[in-house]
């Protein structure tokens, strides 16, 4: 399965943006897709996940700001980023695999990963 991740851009404080996971070679179906995003010189974090057949799940920091969607019409999973603050600016990763609960959050419950969008907010 190839990710190619869309989407990203700049965007002032308090607007809204909507990155996209789309799959080629496959489908999503039975993966679980999460969304990363990595600052300049740090390792890449979690942002958030939807599970097949589990609950989704969404880093704190983002929680009622971002939401992780599937678009199976599409075979593709979108994470709408709403309220966008400075600190969002990172690059962002999509990723699917099958991982376990407790690995749900973690880059090596993954297995595949797209090549990363650039998203720029500005104050």
């Known amino acids: 399965v190839q990710l190619q991740a869309s989407g990203g851009g700049l965007a002032q404080a308090g607007a809204s943006l909507r990155l996209s996971c789309a799959a080629s070679?496959?489908?999503?179906?039975?993966?679980?897709v999460a969304w990363f995003r990595q600052f300049p010189g740090k390792e890449r974090e979690f942002v958030a996940a939807?599970?097949?057949?589990?609950?989704?799940i969404t880093q704190d920091s983002v929680k009622g700001r971002f939401t992780i969607a599937r678009d199976s019409a599409n075979n593709a999973v979108n994470l709408q980023m709403n309220s966008l603050k400075p600190e969002d600016t990172a690059v962002y990763y999509c990723?699917?695999?099958?991982?376990?609960?407790?690995?749900?959050?973690?880059?090596?419950?993954?297995?595949?990963w797209g090549q990363g969008t650039l998203v720029t907010v500005s104050s």
């Open positions: 939807t599970g097949w057949g589990r609950p989704t």
């Open positions: 070679g496959g489908t999503f179906r039975g993966y679980t």
């Open positions: 990723a699917a695999g099958r991982p376990i609960m407790s690995t749900m959050r973690a880059v090596n419950g993954y297995t595949y």
